[in-house]
């Protein structure tokens, strides 16, 4: 090695020595900060923008009387319908119960999806004999068996969280079969050239290559859930937010039956945006185009 060769070398380790060793200064730790915090309110903004332009015309319009208040009451209407609802504890009491119908059906219909999903993905018997089965359940709608479950189990908690879980069992189990079935089968002849067993098969390769699916089956599977406790609430229930809304409906509270429409919307888009923070948090090695 010559001169210039050993002094290049030299210092390039100096450099790279240089890099690691000197810590960003507080002032540019401070600006990075800023720029993090100002994207995340632009990205907010940006989103608002919409959603309050709506809520601006809808105000106007009811406030001049265009519009009925008994069909399509204000949006100041609806947030004092809320307030009172707040004030007299009646929201937590309902919202209280229909979060753990949810909760309960969604565990037990999504458990069992991810269950099947995984058996049915890693065996083909398995598959020739329970998919068929559940892909003609998978296409009766909630609206077709809810008599059924009523006729069978009664109006009690029973009957809501089973159809609860009957409709959070399938997104699940579709996107968690899917996942698997997507795997390169490269990656399995990799597997068997280093002698992996079918338990590290599983937990090494197709699990983590099937997560983005069965994410995805989640996120569904909570919104299919909010859809099933719904449909239960409104067809018998003297408790919970869909009984909140049918009451209101009767005596023409029409304030009460959008704020009970608005929970639903606001409690279902807060499940699905902590789904997402998980699947940033798990799914940090993808390398996906973002827009």
Not at 143 to 161: H, N, Y
Not at 185 to 192: G, H, I, N, P, Q
Not at 237 to 257: C, H, K, N, P, W
């Amino acid at each position: 090695m010559n001169q210039a060769e050993l002094a290049a070398g030299t210092g390039n380790s100096l450099v790279q020595q240089t890099s690691k060793e000197v810590p960003a200064s507080p002032q540019v730790e401070r600006n990075l900060k800023t720029n993090k915090t100002e994207t995340k309110w632009q990205l907010i903004a940006r989103g608002a923008v919409l959603p309050v332009t709506v809520l601006i015309i809808w105000q106007i319009f009811g406030s001049t009387g265009m519009i009925s208040k008994t069909l399509l009451p204000t949006p100041i209407e609806i947030w004092l319908a809320f307030y009172d609802l707040l004030i007299s504890g009646e929201l937590f009491k309902h919202l209280k119960i229909s979060i753990w119908r949810a909760a309960v059906g969604f565990l037990l219909g999504g458990s069992l999806g991810l269950i099947f999903g995984l058996l049915v993905g890693l065996f083909r018997r398995f598959e020739h004999s329970v998919d068929p089965t559940v892909q003609m359940l998978r296409t009766i709608p909630h609206l077709a068996i809810t008599p059924l479950f009523i006729l069978w189990f009664g109006f009690g908690e029973f009957s809501k969280v089973l159809l609860i879980a009957k409709g959070a069992f399938f997104p699940l189990y579709v996107q968690t079969f899917l996942g698997i079935r997507n795997v390169d089968s490269k990656l399995f002849e990799v597997a068997r050239v280093l002698e992996f067993s079918k338990f590290k098969q599983i937990t090494k390769l197709v699990l983590p290559a099937a997560l983005p699916n069965i994410l995805l089956g989640l996120r569904l599977s909570i919104g299919v859930a909010w859809l099933g406790l719904v449909v239960a609430e409104i067809m018998g229930s003297s408790e919970g937010v869909g009984y909140l809304i049918m009451d209101a409906r009767q005596f023409s509270q029409t304030a009460v039956v959008f704020v009970g429409i608005m929970i639903f919307a606001f409690v279902g888009k807060g499940s699905d945006s902590l789904v997402r923070i998980l699947e940033k948090k798990l799914l940090k090695w993808r390398d996906s185009f973002n827009g």
